[in-house]
T-cell receptor
Framework: KNEVEQSPQNLTAQEGEFITINCSYS?????LHWLQQHPGGGIVSLFM???GKKKHGRLIATINIQEKHSSLHITASHPRDSAVYIC???????????FGKGTLLTVNP | NAGVTQTPKFQVLKTGQSMTLQCAQD?????MYWYRQDPGMGLRLIYY???????DKGEVPNGYNVSRLNKREFSLRLESAAPSQTSVYFC???????????FGNGTRLTVT
């Protein structure tokens, strides 16, 4: 079993829909990152969480440390949100991250 | 403010050739990383440098060497390229434990 599991692997939505992407991990962590990668493009950091919830525009990230689970929500989705969303976890004070395989989101107009 | 700059963007090598991927960051970050990204595999750590003067192996270091030339620059060298090293390579940097990762735009390498 991978240390970091994302679901779903692929997600197709209509513009305006509420999107949820999930990340589960099997080890104790000190931080969790959500990243975005557009097709053929670079990787951008969206959030870094160690507890609770963070919001930036239409994006919301939550984490439940006890359940070892995080969610990334997108409200009022738009075609420009189409990208791969990647979850990554950091253990302890080690600066190395372990990455999930990503969720490919396609938002149709 | 350029962030993390990687060169080249694309490269085609023949088996056995060597090359160096360059990475530089202008954010005064201590930690720098080299990852490879393959379809269905996620990002995998090749080497990292927690601070200037130190380097450590990641998950998939075989066939690669690195140099942390100074605080800004962290290069990745393939001494004898193999088709299994065909991948997209990303450099990243991090200021500290509570900070986000900053990625370069990637290098798409094909080894024939």
């Amino acid at each position: 079993k991978n240390e970091v599991e994302q679901s779903p692997q692929n997600l197709t939505a209509q513009e305006g829909e509420f999107i949820t992407i999930n990340c589960s991990y099997s080890v104790g962590i000190s931080a969790l990152h959500w990243l975005q990668q557009h097709p053929g493009g670079g990787i951008v950091s969206l959030f870094m969480l160690s507890s609770g919830k963070k919001k930036h525009g239409r994006l919301i990230a939550t984490i439940n440390i006890q359940e070892k689970h995080s969610s990334l929500h997108i409200t009022a989705s738009h075609p420009r949100d189409s990208a791969v969303y990647i979850c990554a976890v950091r253990r302890g004070s080690n600066y190395k991250l372990t990455f999930g395989k990503g969720t490919l989101l396609t938002v149709n107009p | 403010n350029a962030g993390v700059t990687q060169t080249p963007k694309f490269q085609v090598l023949k088996t056995g050739q060597s090359m160096t991927l360059q990475c530089a960051q202008d954010m005064n970050h201590n930690s720098m990383y080299w990852y490879r990204q393959d379809p269905g595999m996620g990002l995998r750590l090749i080497y990292y440098s927690a601070s200037e003067g130190t380097t450590d192996k990641g998950e998939v270091p075989n066939g690669y060497n690195v140099s942390r030339l100074n605080k800004r620059e962290f290069s990745l060298r393939l001494e004898s390229a193999a088709p299994s090293q065909t991948s997209v390579y990303f450099c990243a940097s991090l200021e500290g434990a509570g900070s986000p990762l900053h990625f370069g735009n990637g290098t798409r390498l094909t080894v024939t």
